[in-house]
């Protein structure tokens, strides 16, 4: 039990013989059973408590390390999320660029065609104020040789 051996154990209970007496000796033997059974209940009851401790120590060291874990995991999918929003966020970005380019380049091309089309038009226009002065002009010509011929056959 405490590394006390038989011969040890014989040793002892023939110095309790021969100190306490036959008498006296079953009695003292019934107590120190008592006690030594006392003793390894608190043994065994403070073995146990520092058994528990232990047990809550590694217990919350592993829930400090599941609990880290958990938070980096976290923080590395918000930082995922936080790049993949962002990755969403420039493709539309881009997307809007572009159409906003597309529309810029289209709104060119209408203004360079409307630029183009007063030109037309004017020079159109110019022709055909030309082509009616010119019209006009030969209407105002016969109108008045007409009007001669008239005053001659009137003469």
């Known amino acids: 039990m405490f590394g006390i051996s038989f011969p040890e154990i014989l040793?002892?209970?023939?110095?309790?013989?021969l100190a306490l007496g036959p008498q006296k000796l079953p009695k003292a033997m019934v107590e120190i059973a008592k006690y030594l059974k006392i003793i390894r209940k608190t043994i065994n009851d403070a073995k146990q408590s520092f058994d528990q401790e232990v047990?809550?120590?590694?217990?919350k060291e592993d829930a400090k390390k599941y609990k880290e874990s958990i938070a980096k995991t976290k923080d590395d999918i918000k930082k995922?999320?936080?790049?993949?929003?962002?990755?969403?966020?420039?493709s539309g970005i881009?997307?809007?660029?572009?159409?906003?380019?597309?529309s810029l380049?289209?709104?060119?091309?209408?203004?360079?065609?409307?630029?183009?089309?007063?030109?037309n038009i004017f020079e159109n226009?110019?022709?055909?104020?030309?082509?009616?002065?010119?019209?006009?002009?030969?209407?105002?010509?016969?109108?008045e040789?007409?009007?001669?011929?008239?005053?001659?056959?009137?003469?």
């Open 55 to 59: 047990r809550i120590a590694e217990l």
């Open 80 to 90: 995922k999320l936080t790049f993949e929003e962002l990755e969403e966020l420039k």
């Open 11 to 17: 040793v002892i209970a023939i110095i309790a013989v």
């Open 145 to 155: 040789k007409n009007s001669d011929l008239k005053k001659d056959e009137n003469v």
């Open 105 to 119: 380049s289209d709104i060119k091309n209408e203004i360079d065609e409307v630029k183009k089309m007063p030109e």
């Open 94 to 102: 881009n997307k809007v660029k572009t159409g906003v380019t597309t």
């Open 125 to 143: 226009k110019t022709e055909n104020s030309n082509d009616n002065k010119s019209e006009n002009l030969t209407k105002n010509n016969i109108e």
